[in-house]
């Protein structure tokens, strides 16, 4: 059973790029886990997957050609049904066992061991290790089966088939070759209609041999290589591109440096098998666009790379990744500099024919263009963003009176022919169209800006009235959504709302903002008129949990403790601003020595005040007869003022650090005192002083949750 190393290889026509590089891990992945599952390979072999435009590959160290034997330990039956009284096979054990393809003979050797409540017969053998190519065959059949694939085609077979031309096979792209070396042994395995062997194809134009012979499996990247002119490793050429990328820009000079993009470059190095990049130009006229314009069609229609100077303004050269590494590359260079000519051309001219209209003169336009058959137009959608930002507005007491400008121009640029034509510029290309039309660059800014964040980590927006357009435009999607009932179900989310109730939260708690959020849903609500339901209570209070999670799993991700975070959004607090102080001040207190006990403490006195609702009364201090409740009394007249009046200065953490001087006491008290006492008064005194010490110790947060 000597190990030796396994390549397989599919050669297939070319796959889609933007899926090429989790195809390729997916197939190595599987298949390698299929070998060592069934012990015919180790566990910690290596695995090297290997992914080009027309190839599925991998690598796996040390497989044998035979897995080890395995013993294998069988439960028939329990004793009492397979043996009789004599202790002779009954029917049932003997049947059981010619299943196994054993007899009568068997029965002296079958195993008694204790099974739960009953004694159990078991049968034990050995199962020969499974043959490499009947493995390879199951492991081969599984990684095709588990392929991620986007979208599959049908194709006909020629050959080696049923019905050549009728017999059909599905599959991401037609496959044309299977290679499967065991060392230098070919291993006879079938898939999608192909036969194994060791020969397969290099470059499409470049290849020095074809077919490529592959002498072993430990040869299969330089052989590809040498004489296919084919870099089969996704890394190693996604490395070179960048290479040849920063040594062009290099070449060009002046702190010159190709845009950084890496979905972009992932994709390129699934378009190409031997990269050689190029550089290219454009005239200097089409700089007068706005760069994200032209960058972004570069990008998205021709895969270019924009080249940036050194100040990240953009320059009339871009480099380009070819496939093929022609003597003279004039042609190819022509060729891509002519093909990005009239995509330029038309970004151009739709710039210069949006500008001949305001933004202002599109508002009106805005009312035809319909946002939700339940909620309206987006001009209908316009004014409740307004309506929003500016009741923000009055809350802040602190913005310009630009808000209402702001959100009224927000969605204009949805109609104009740039955005019509590229969806992404929505927000930027406002922003130009604002400043052109006269605007203040407050105005501008928020009008791009109110799409932020888009994502996560994405940066907030600019100023003030950014921010406040942003929240209304988020706060009204998101209200309508849950007012009509249209809300997140599983991975489904079509309107981005964990997106924008992250938005939400990110704003109100980054910015500080001094806003709570049932005053911000109420008013919401109230700006769609008939569109939702009268009665708000229950979309509202699904929205605001809604919220809720999405800032505890937020506060998870940053550090928080479940029980910290539990802690502070137990009490639900309405200033979302204040949670990352109150959580700082949570996770500063429960490191005191005091923490552990007072929690503890914290829900006893809960649970107590739970059985005893409706009773208590304001604290006598006449009834304070036990020493222990006298204690704990004069404890919290200095203790609950000073802890108070840092609350109330926004202090959290030097707020719940004055209540650890309350564990002595408190401890005490429970030790000494019968709160449920015989004399109604007592009683009543006793919760009372409970109860004042409850709400002091949880204004920042229910600190019971931080009990073990």
């Not at 996704?234 to 040849?244: L, M, P, S, T, V």
């Not at 209209?357 to 309206?376: C, D, I, P």
């Not at 719940?656 to 009683?683: E, T």
Request: glycine content about 8%; aromatic content about 6%; some cysteine.
């Amino acid at each position: 059973m000597t190990a030796q190393n396994l390549l397989v290889e599919l050669f297939v026509e070319e796959l889609p790029p933007k899926a090429l590089k989790k195809l390729g891990d997916a197939f190595a992945a599987v298949l390698a886990d299929q070998l060592k599952a069934q012990g015919l390979a180790p566990a910690d072999a290596v695995v090297t997957a290997f992914a080009s435009p027309r190839r599925l590959a991998a690598h796996v160290t040390g497989v044998l050609a035979r897995a080890a034997d395995k013993a294998v330990s069988q439960k028939l039956m329990p004793v009492n049904v397979g043996l009789d009284a004599s202790g002779q096979p009954t029917p049932a054990l003997l049947k059981r066992l010619g299943v196994l393809g054993a007899d009568a003979s068997a029965v002296a050797g079958l195993k008694r061991a204790p099974d739960g409540k009953a004694e159990a017969l078991f049968y034990e053998s050995v199962a020969p290790g499974a043959a490499l190519a009947a493995g390879l065959q199951k492991a081969l059949d599984e990684a095709l089966a588990k392929l991620p694939i986007p979208k599959v085609m049908s194709y006909q077979l020629e050959t080696d088939c049923e019905l050549p031309g009728w017999t059909s096979v599905n599959f991401v792209r037609p496959a044309h070759g299977l290679v499967a070396l065991h060392g230098s042994t070919v291993v006879p395995v079938k898939a999608l209609g192909l036969k194994s062997g060791n020969t397969t194809h290099g470059h499409r134009f470049e290849a020095t041999v074809s077919p490529v012979v592959l002498k072993d499996a430990d040869g299969y990247a330089l052989t590809l290589l040498g004489d296919g002119a084919v870099i089969a490793s996704f890394a190693e050429r996604k490395a070179e591109i960048a290479r040849q990328l920063a040594a062009a820009a290099a070449k060009v000079g002046g702190g010159c440096r190709p845009i950084e993009d890496d979905a972009l470059l992932d994709e390129v190095t699934a378009l190409v098998e031997r990269p050689n990049v190029l550089i290219c130009e454009f005239e200097s006229q089409f700089l007068d666009v706005p760069q994200e314009c032209l960058i972004l069609t570069m990008k998205a229609n021709q895969k270019y790379f924009p080249m940036l100077d050194a100040q990240g303004k953009l320059t009339n050269q871009f480099l380009v990744v070819s496939n093929i590494s022609p003597t003279d590359a004039s042609a190819v260079i022509g060729g891509n500099e002519r093909v990005v000519r009239p995509r330029l051309a038309d970004a151009k001219f739709f710039f210069d024919q949006d500008r001949k209209k305001t933004l202002a003169s599109r508002v009106e336009g805005l009312g035809k263009v319909v946002y939700h058959n339940k909620l309206g137009t987006q001009g209908e959608r316009t004014e409740r963003v307004r309506a929003i930002a500016r009741a923000i507005a009055q809350l802040l007491r602190d913005v310009t009176s630009q808000v209402d400008k702001a959100a009224q121009l927000a969605k204009t640029d949805l109609l104009t022919d740039m955005v019509g034509e590229f969806p992404e510029l929505q927000g930027t290309m406002g922003r130009y169209y604002a400043l052109h039309d006269g605007e203040s660059e407050e105005v501008a800014f928020a009008v791009e800006d109110h799409y932020k964040p888009r994502f996560a980590g994405d940066e907030l927006p600019r100023n003030t009235t950014g921010v406040v357009v942003a929240l209304a435009d988020k706060l009204e999607t998101l209200v309508g959504m849950f007012g009509i009932g249209n809300v997140p179900t599983g991975d489904k989310d079509p309107f981005a709302l964990r997106r924008h109730a992250l938005g939400v939260i990110r704003m109100l708690t980054e910015k500080d903002l001094r806003l709570e959020l049932s005053t911000l849903l109420d008013a919401c609500y109230s700006v769609f008129g008939d569109k939702l339901p009268a009665v708000r209570a229950e979309p509202v209070e699904a929205l605001a949990g809604f919220i809720y999670d999405r800032l505890a799993g937020s506060l998870r991700e940053q550090g928080g403790t479940a029980q910290e975070v539990d802690a502070v959004l137990a009490l639900t607090p309405q200033r979302l601003g204040d949670v990352p102080k109150r959580l700082a001040a949570v996770r500063t207190f429960a490191a005191l020595p005091e923490a552990p006990a007072l929690a503890a403490a914290n829900k006893r006195i809960g649970n107590i005040l739970k059985k005893s609702e409706g009773e208590g009364a304001a604290v006598q201090q006449a009834l304070l007869v036990e020493p222990a409740e006298q204690a704990l009394f004069a404890a919290m007249q200095t203790t609950v003022p000073a802890a108070n009046a840092k609350f109330d200065a926004g202090d959290y953490t030097a707020s719940l650090q004055s209540l650890a001087a309350l564990r002595a006491p408190v401890d005490a008290f429970f030790d000494g005192v019968m709160v449920n006492a015989d004399d109604p008064a007592l009683k009543a005194n006793r919760l009372g002083l409970l109860k004042q010490l409850h709400v002091a110790m949880n204004r920042v947060a229910d600190l019971s949750r931080l009990a073990t």
